[in-house]
T-cell receptor, first 113, second 114 residues
Framework: AQSVTQPDIHITVSEGASLELRCNYS??????LFWYVQSPGQGLQLLLK??????LVQGIKGFEAEFKRSQSSFNLRKPSVHWSDAAEYFC???????????FGTGTRLLVSP | DGGITQSPKYLFRKEGQNVTLSCEQN?????MYWYRQDPGQGLRLIYY???????QKGDIAEGYSVSREKKESFPLTVTSAQKNPTAFYLC?????????????FGSGTRLTVV
């Protein structure tokens, strides 16, 4: 069965420092991969998505992610974190045959001054 | 602007009561989804619908029911058979056949059993 693993439950980063959130997936075919962000009590907003082609994907708010097939990973990065980036981040994989997304358990990002 | 509207934002239910969560979209999307979110468990799929008058069970459908009589609307009923209904519920939509292009989410309904 398809699955997504986000190994870090919480991450704390100093404002201005770089960020990397990890995501590993298990899926037999070519994956469709997504990163979403959720502010407290709100819905999820799409940050970026990967379908094919260039393995480095640019998203909104200065985020990027790199698809590495050999490692089954799709890690999210940002070179300089802002306090407003504090939120929960979800990685998801698209399951074509059932036309639905499978989500990881999320990583909560805390930004320290 | 197009989007998805979930109502109410907060909902309280007494033991043994059924409650219905509303989800309306004006994006002209064919597919709609209901997810349940619990701390530390991510999002789990309850039901989804790809066309009007058709829907499929997700991973945790027991104790829930849905209807899809209109393209714009996909209400979720939490029945008394759902033993632990307190959670955050998220509705989403996408174009048919293009779920892999990503969902648009509503802002959620927080349901609490009192």
């Amino acid at each position: 069965a398809q699955s997504v693993t986000q190994p870090d439950i919480h991450i704390t980063v100093s404002e201005g420092a770089s960020l990397e959130l990890r995501c590993n997936y298990s899926y037999g075919a070519t994956p469709y991969l997504f990163w979403y962000v959720q502010s407290p009590g709100q819905g999820l907003q799409l940050l970026l998505k990967y379908f094919s082609g260039d393995t480095l994907v640019q998203g909104i708010k200065g985020f990027e992610a790199e698809f590495k097939r050999s490692q089954s990973s799709f890690n999210l990065r940002k070179p300089s974190v802002h306090w407003s980036d504090a939120a929960e981040y979800f990685c998801a994989v698209g399951v074509t045959s059932f036309q639905k997304l499978v989500f990881g358990t999320g990583t909560r990002l805390l930004v320290s001054p | 602007d197009g989007g998805i509207t979930q109502s109410p934002k907060y909902l309280f239910r007494k033991e043994g009561q059924n409650v219905t969560l509303s989800c309306e979209q004006n994006l002209n999307h064919d597919a709609m989804y209901w997810y349940r979110q619990d701390p530390g468990q991510g999002l789990r799929l309850i039901y989804y619908s790809q066309i009007v008058n058709d829907f499929q069970k997700g991973d945790i459908a027991e104790g829930y029911s849905v209807s899809r009589e209109k393209k714009e609307s996909f209400p979720l009923t939490v029945t008394s058979a759902q033993k632990n209904p307190t959670a955050f519920y998220l509705c989403a939509s996408s174009r048919t056949g293009e779920a892999n292009y990503g969902y648009t989410f509503g802002s959620g309904t927080r349901l609490t059993v009192v």
